[in-house]
């Protein structure tokens, strides 16, 4: 039965492990659950933050409002042709769901293995690793709309993503909460291995031929090695986004740095590793009171055991003046900031 609990510390459900509190939550199991939720009286007016798995988040204060929790499960797929279509409920762990693809040969989300967060979220951030985003996969989603209560089914083309957005960050942020999300995926698989470290953690391995378990593997070694459990120290992940700039503002840089790190995007511009950039700055592996950078990857920022979520934001601000006053490169955060 749907439960609405009152001044509830939100430290368990977010990955930066910040201690605040919400005025009130809700976890859902169902649809039917976000249809008696929101013709409760009690939550109707109040401001609204739904999450899943926590993984995009920083808290700077108490939240003075609703928090919902999506916890709806299942997957389910069907295969047409070479294409499997395979449906997860929104409250799926993103990896359990990565993990059912590649035990059952469903090929398309191997590259996006250990990403922290729900399925529900994938479409919102447009999630994206090891040069595969969630795009690339994407079939339709079906979310529930807060208004009229009705589901809607949201296709592709519907979602207007771009790199780590979508039509749920911008035009329709706040109305639609999403329920499931249906991914096209092949029996026949197209194996990605030339973003990153995964042809030299596959060549460690002894694999010339992999199949999709075997990118899954490399690419959850590599995160592993890189970036720090949420469960034993706080983080949300990738702080930063990777900025993209035209074409002549990547000349200046180059310039004056040479090695940049960077890769051309389909629309002809250049995306700079944001983790490299804060590096060259001297960053990597900081500490400043109870929050620093990681040691193995500049890019996430973490929680040393009691940050604020004031302390974090600060310390990103500080990275965020000196990358530009380095680079003339404005960093932007990945992570939401309430």
């Not at 990118?215 to 706080?234: Q, W």
């Not at 986004?241 to 002549?248: A, E, F, G, S, Y």
């Not at 040691?295 to 990103?316: D, M, P, W």
């Amino acid at each position: 039965m749907l439960q609405i609990q009152e001044n509830i510390s939100l430290k368990p459900y977010n990955s930066f492990g910040i201690d605040v509190k919400a005025s009130y939550f809700a976890e859902v199991f169902s649809e039917a659950d976000l249809t008696s939720l929101f013709k409760n009286e009690i939550v109707k007016s109040k401001r609204l933050l739904v999450i899943g798995g926590g993984s995009n988040v920083l808290f700077t204060e108490d939240y003075g409002g609703l928090v919902v929790k999506i916890s709806i499960k299942g997957i389910q797929s069907k295969e047409i042709d070479d294409k499997v279509l395979v449906t997860a409920g929104a409250g799926e762990v993103w990896n359990d769901f990565v993990n059912y693809c590649v035990e059952h040969h469903f090929a398309g989300v191997e590259n996006l293995s250990l990403i922290p967060g729900t399925v529900g979220a994938s479409p919102i951030q447009n999630i994206g690793a090891y040069g595969v985003e969630l795009k690339d996969v994407f079939d339709s989603c079906t979310a529930f709309e807060i208004q009229s209560g009705e589901i809607k089914t949201f296709t592709f083309n519907d979602c207007q993503f771009g790199y780590r957005e979508s039509i749920f960050k911008r035009a329709l942020k706040g109305q639609y909460i999403i329920t499931s999300v249906t991914f096209r995926l092949s029996s026949a698989a197209k194996i990605n291995t030339s973003y990153g470290a995964i042809e030299t953690e596959l060549l460690n391995r002894g694999i010339e031929n992999p199949n999709i378990a075997d990118v899954s593997a490399a690419v959850s070694h590599i995160r592993v090695s890189k970036l720090p459990d949420p469960s034993t120290i706080g983080n949300a992940g990738s702080f930063f986004k990777n900025p993209v700039i035209d074409k002549h503002e990547f000349a200046d840089i180059v310039a004056k740095h040479p090695d940049v790190v960077h890769y051309p995007t389909a629309d002809g511009k250049i995306k700079l590793a944001a983790g490299w950039l804060i590096e060259q700055c001297g960053w990597k592996g900081k500490v400043v009171g109870q929050t620093g950078t990681w040691k193995n990857q500049a890019l996430v920022l973490v929680n040393h055991g009691h940050a604020t979520g004031t302390e974090v934001y600060n310390f990103s601000e500080q990275i965020i003046d000196s990358v530009k006053s380095t680079f003339g490169v404005t960093l932007e955060r990945e992570v939401n900031i309430l």
